[in-house]
């Protein structure tokens, strides 16, 4: 069974960190390039970084560059988040994906930013 386990959200002030995580099975991980995205309330799901299948290459969208980094541990089938400098904009469900993505998404897990 495919399975995209994400972990690690929470409640954090502005200018705080979380690390999140996402734990895959059911597929070979190290073969695929994998993705966070995230979703607001009232907004679509807007992609925030891609890591290739080795881990040597990444790309973040504007919002997050500089202040978030993606990373994964192929031994471990674990994608990670690091998000420093959080801001209360970044509040949302976190979401990780594979690419290409499959028909389905995983629980998430919620990163709230606030004073």
């Known amino acids: 069974e495919v399975q995209l386990v994400e972990s690690g959200g929470g409640m954090v002030q502005p200018g705080g960190s979380l690390r999140l995580s996402c734990a895959a099975s059911?597929?070979?991980?190290?073969?695929?390039?994998m993705r966070w995205y995230r979703q607001a309330p009232g907004t679509e799901r807007e992609w925030v970084a891609t890591i290739n299948d080795s881990g040597r290459s990444t790309i973040y969208a504007d919002s997050v560059k500089a202040r978030f980094t993606i990373s994964r541990d192929n031994a471990k089938n674990t994608l990670y988040l690091e998000m420093n400098r959080l801001k209360p904009e970044d509040t949302a469900r976190y979401y990780c994906q594979r690419s290409p993505s499959f028909s389905f998404w995983g629980q998430g897990t919620q990163v709230s930013v606030s004073s």
């Open positions: 059911g597929f070979t991980f190290k073969t695929y390039a």
